[in-house]
Nanobody, 120 residues
């Protein structure tokens, strides 16, 4: 089973909302630094939001601040990205990432992504 699997992408109208999920297997999302990235062809991968550390501190890209919310659903062991007031420029492949420093090095997991398209 893949360590991370994104879901929830799709087509949404500008101004609409969409919620993405990233289901984790084999580890607990509340013990890892969790990130949402997005990528479009020909453009560098962008960090959208993250929730990190023991305090589960959240951080957002300026482009999504105030519109997106990252959180961990510990019951379902799932990372969630709630997206509101979506804009066409939010169109991208959204990727889930989990990482953690351990004694022998770094653990770093990636999902394969879920496509979000914002269009009328």
């Amino acid at each position: 089973q893949a360590p991370l699997m994104e879901s929830g992408g799709g087509l949404v109208q500008p101004g609409g909302s969409l919620t993405l999920s990233c289901a984790a297997s084999g580890f607990s999302v509340n013990t890892y630094n969790m990130r949402w990235y997005r990528r479009v062809p020909g453009k560098e991968r962008e960090l959208v939001a993250e929730i990190t550390g023991a305090s589960r501190t959240t951080n957002y890209a300026d482009s999504v601040k105030g519109r997106f919310t990252i959180s961990g659903d510990n019951v379902r062991n799932t990372l969630v990205l709630r997206m509101n007031n979506l804009r066409p420029e939010d169109t991208a492949l959204y990727l889930c990432n989990a990482w953690r420093d351990i004694a022998r090095g770094r653990i770093d997991y990636w999902g394969i992504g879920t496509q979000v398209t914002v269009s009328s």
